[in-house]
């Protein structure tokens, strides 16, 4: 944990008019610094393995949405074949 000093007091440093307190943005933590070469890596490849999860979901929600609209479809007509099919019979008695 990075300590401040305790006469840092918060200065606007954005345009977007943001307040932050210099020692303790993400930047200037150790670990930030030093820029390990696996760490980044890894997050990396936590970053691809989000993207590839998100787009397989989104495939399969739209691949379910042709397939439930062409259901609906295959339904519809499906019905009014019975119906007519119905109407058929009743005037060939």
Wanted: glycine letters at 8%; one cysteine or more; a positive charge.
């Amino acid at each position: 944990m990075i300590e401040c000093a305790a006469d840092a007091v918060p200065t606007l440093r954005c345009r977007l008019g943001r307040w932050e307190y210099p020692c303790l943005t993400m930047e200037n933590t150790p670990v930030q610094r030093s820029g390990s070469a696996v760490g980044t890596l890894g997050k990396r490849v936590v970053a691809w393995l989000v993207v590839a999860a998100a787009a397989v979901i989104a495939l399969k929600l739209i691949i379910g949405a042709v397939m439930g609209f062409v259901t609906f479809l295959l339904t519809i007509v499906l019905v009014v074949g019975v119906v007519m099919g119905v109407i058929w019979a009743f005037r060939h008695l």
